[in-house]
């Protein structure tokens, strides 16, 4: 792609939040709201309330948010809450997996022929998505997946080609990365998604044979963590405390 093309792109301005999981291994939290409800301590705001923030930061105009489990509850705050974007609600009647997840919320986009963001709706993080748009669009790629270094949950120990003991190193970042949950999509990329199941199992092997999938690693210090456990949810309260601390000292 020529840079006339990338400058004639389109900024990526809408955008989709899979909020339908039954979040089973946050209990006793998910018994009552949906995961992206739940506040991480010390913050103020849910998680959805974090991502709709950065999206809209982000040039992001529309959002398409897909429910599930206890659906009125997220319907019910969205409808008390100042937004600073518009919003909309889908709800599957059935679980979909996935990639049926993502298709059928964006069947309610409001510019189909556009490229469109994507996240799940656990992940609490804040980076350049124009950044990781144009990352994409540079590479001609129909998905472009965020990747990350999370933290390992142990310490490791440095050794040397002798055996001995170097050094001791406290949670290092992972050598391996992961994907963060956080995705930019082309417009035809919607009619590649199944109808039903994981398109991670079916869509993005397909267009990693055919070179049509990206992967944009988060810039070094990019604060990302995914809330999936009770523990997720203390942890990011500390890290995101510390945070605070070293920005304000």
Same mark, same amino acid.
């Not at 301590?41 to 950065?54: D, K, M």
């Not at 059928?104 to 986009?109: I, T």
């Not at 990747?147 to 190193?169: K, M, S, Y």
């Not at 994981?198 to 990206?214: Q, V, Y």
């Given at each position: 792609?020529?840079?006339?093309?990338?400058?004639?792109?389109?900024? %990526? &301005?809408?955008?989709?939040?899979?909020?339908? $999981?039954? @979040?089973?291994? #946050? /209990?006793?939290?998910?018994?009552?709201? !949906?995961?992206?409800?739940?506040?991480?301590?010390?913050?103020?705001?849910?998680?959805?309330?974090?991502?709709?923030?950065?999206?809209?930061?982000?040039?992001?105009?529309?959002?398409?948010?897909?429910?599930?489990?206890?659906?009125?509850?997220?319907?019910?705050?969205?409808?008390?809450?100042?937004?600073?974007?518009?919003? %909309? &609600?889908?709800?599957?009647?059935?679980?979909? $997996?996935? @990639?049926?997840? #993502? /298709?059928?919320?964006?069947?309610?986009? !409001?510019?189909?022929?556009?490229?469109?963001?994507?996240?799940?709706?656990?992940?609490?993080?804040?980076?350049?998505?124009?950044?990781?748009?144009?990352?994409?669009?540079?590479?001609?790629?129909?998905?472009?997946?965020?990747?990350?270094?999370?933290?390992?949950?142990?310490?490791?120990?440095?050794?040397?080609?002798?055996?001995?003991?170097?050094?001791?190193?406290?949670?290092?970042?992972?050598?391996?990365?992961?994907?963060?949950?956080?995705?930019?999509?082309?417009?035809?990329?919607?009619?590649?998604?199944?109808?039903?199941?994981?398109?991670?199992?079916?869509?993005?092997?397909?267009?990693?044979?055919?070179?049509?999938?990206?992967?944009?690693?988060?810039?070094?210090?990019?604060?990302?963590?995914?809330?999936?456990?009770?523990?997720?949810?203390?942890?990011?309260?500390?890290?995101?405390?510390?945070?605070?601390?070293?920005?304000?000292?």
């Amino acid at each position: 792609m020529t840079t006339a093309d990338l400058q004639s792109q389109p900024p %990526v &301005t809408q955008a989709v939040i899979l909020a339908g $999981g039954q @979040g089973s291994r #946050l /209990r006793p939290y998910t018994d009552t709201m !949906p995961k992206p409800m739940i506040e991480v301590p010390g913050t103020g705001v849910p998680i959805i309330g974090h991502q709709l923030e950065w999206l809209a930061e982000e040039g992001v105009t529309d959002v398409v948010i897909s429910c599930g489990h206890l659906a009125e509850v997220l319907q019910d705050w969205l409808d008390q809450t100042d937004l600073p974007l518009k919003v %909309v &609600t889908v709800v599957e009647k059935e679980p979909l $997996g996935r @990639g049926g997840g #993502l /298709r059928y919320a964006a069947a309610s986009l !409001p510019r189909a022929d556009e490229p469109w963001y994507a996240t799940n709706g656990d992940i609490w993080t804040r980076f350049q998505l124009r950044d990781m748009a144009a990352f994409h669009l540079a590479r001609d790629a129909h998905a472009t997946l965020a990747l990350a270094r999370p933290r390992l949950p142990w310490g490791t120990v440095e050794t040397d080609r002798f055996g001995n003991v170097l050094d001791f190193i406290e949670a290092p970042p992972s050598p391996y990365l992961i994907n963060a949950g956080v995705y930019v999509f082309s417009a035809e990329f919607t009619g590649m998604l199944p109808a039903l199941g994981d398109h991670e199992r079916t869509t993005f092997p397909r267009l990693a044979r055919e070179r049509r999938l990206s992967g944009y690693e988060l810039p070094q210090g990019v604060y990302w963590r995914a809330i999936d456990t009770a523990k997720d949810l203390s942890e990011a309260a500390k890290e995101l405390a510390e945070l605070r601390s070293r920005a304000g000292s």
